[in-house]
């Protein structure tokens, strides 16, 4: 079995972060090496400023518009620079930004696209969060059908 064979189809999460980034760039080189169709994936988590309640979350800040405005740019800042990643490697992707709890969503778009390869970086934004909850990643390996690549800061 060669790498050509093992890894078809790649998916890079991003959240934007410097650890996020490192994974782009080294998801790219090796999505070239072996030729793979890539996917990169943003995950607009707006429950990631939000304290629950039992009937309703809270959103943290004064105004929610301007919250999930710095999201939905954090999303194109992030795919931009894949884009730009991508274009000085001359590698194709598509890029994909939605809105849910990140492992989640990052799980079942791996699912759906049968995808062979996910990579992802192993800190991006959680803090307190990640502490409390667990990260995005760990959550990620522990479920996920398909092998995980988690690069370094």
Do not use: C
Not at 6 to 33: H, P
Not at 89 to 104: D, L
């Amino acid at each position: 079995m060669t790498l050509n064979n093992t890894y078809q189809t790649i998916l890079i999460a991003t959240d934007g972060s410097k650890f996020s980034q490192n994974a782009v760039l080294q998801g790219m080189e090796l999505a070239k090496l072996v030729g793979a169709k890539v996917y990169v994936l943003y995950v607009l988590d707006k429950n990631a400023y939000t304290l629950p309640t039992l009937e309703t979350p809270i959103y943290l800040g004064s105004n929610w518009d301007v919250v999930e405005e710095t999201l939905r740019q954090e999303g194109k800042d992030a795919i931009q620079y894949a884009r730009d990643v991508a274009r000085n490697k001359g590698i194709g992707f598509e890029s994909v930004v939605i809105e849910g709890n990140p492992a989640n969503a990052i799980l079942e778009f791996a699912e759906q696209k049968k995808v062979n390869l996910i990579i992802m970086g192993t800190l991006g934004k959680g803090g307190l969060e990640r502490f409390l909850l667990g990260s995005v990643t760990n959550k990620v390996i522990r479920h996920s059908k398909s092998s995980v690549l988690v690069v370094k800061e």
